[in-house]
């Protein structure tokens, strides 16, 4: 069974930068498509980043394009995002997800596998 642990999450300033680590385990994190998701207060979840296993593909949504950067090791089955210039926008919890057999980045029904959040404030 995959499981997912993130790390990373915190209390910043807006303009500030954090880098948020997730670490897979339970099966060759080689054949897996992660991604980054966040969910804010009364709002749904929302895809943020991604990377393919070859790290070939990294899709990125509108609102954090150019200020975020996702990466992985896969000799160390972690994924990465590297946040700069944060806004108090991008206050929400953020959950790293795995899919095996991936059909869409930005939908999280194709996501398998969640890691548990991790919280990231930006205050004003």
């Known amino acids: 069974q995959v499981q997912l642990v993130e790390s990373g999450g915190g209390l910043v300033q807006a303009g500030d930068s954090l880098g948020l680590s997730c670490v897979h385990s339970?099966?060759?994190?080689?054949?897996?498509?992660m991604a980054w998701f966040r969910q804010a207060p009364g709002k749904e979840r929302e895809f943020v980043a991604g990377?393919?296993?070859?790290?070939?593909?990294?899709p990125y949504a509108d609102s954090v394009r150019g200020r975020f950067i996702v990466s992985r090791d896969n000799a160390k089955s972690t994924v990465h995002l590297h946040m700069t210039s944060l806004k108090p926008e991008d206050t929400a919890v953020y959950y790293c997800?795995?899919?095996?057999?991936?059909?869409?980045?930005?939908?999280?029904?194709?996501?398998?596998?969640w890691g548990q959040g991790t919280q990231v404030t930006v205050s004003s």
């Open positions: 997800a795995a899919a095996g057999a991936l059909t869409s980045w930005t939908t999280s029904s194709a996501f398998h596998y």
């Open positions: 339970g099966d060759t994190f080689s054949l897996y498509a």
């Open positions: 990377i393919s296993p070859s790290s070939f593909q990294t």
